[in-house]
């Protein structure tokens, strides 16, 4: 079973910036696609950005909110995915979340948590001034 785990989360100031990064183990190569996901509480999970992990010609997927400010990235050697975030504001805030689903490449727009059968645990962002 695929296993997930986020880590770089942390506590930075409005204006800064974060790297998170998302290690997949026992995670076979191919057609896949992962994502970033940010939950806020009393809020639904929202889709940040996607990646698929082969292939070429698929476009990188960014939400509104992120858009210009947040780059999705992936390592195929490492089998990791990073979030680096940049311009950081309060709204940034949340548990931040990589997902995957093996054996499909990434749908047009945003990506849906029901789309993805395998989670990380989580990393806390916070963005204070």
């Known amino acids: 079973q695929v296993q997930l785990r986020e880590t770089g989360g942390d506590s930075v100031q409005v204006g800064g910036s974060l790297t998170l990064s998302c290690e997949a183990f026992k995670y076979r190569d191919g057609i896949n696609c992962m994502a970033w996901f940010r939950q806020v509480p009393g809020r639904e999970r929202e889709g940040l950005a996607s990646?698929?992990?082969?292939?070429?010609?698929?476009?990188?997927y960014y939400a509104n909110s992120v858009k210009g400010r947040f780059a999705i990235s992936q390592d195929g050697v490492k089998n990791t995915i990073y979030l680096q975030m940049n311009n950081l504001t309060p709204e940034d805030t949340g548990v931040y979340y990589c997902a995957t689903r093996q054996g499909s490449y990434c749908r047009g727009g945003a990506p849906e948590p029901s789309f993805f059968p395998y989670w990380g645990q989580g990393t806390q962002v916070t963005v204070s001034s």
């Open positions: 990646i698929p992990t082969t292939g070429t010609g698929e476009y990188k």
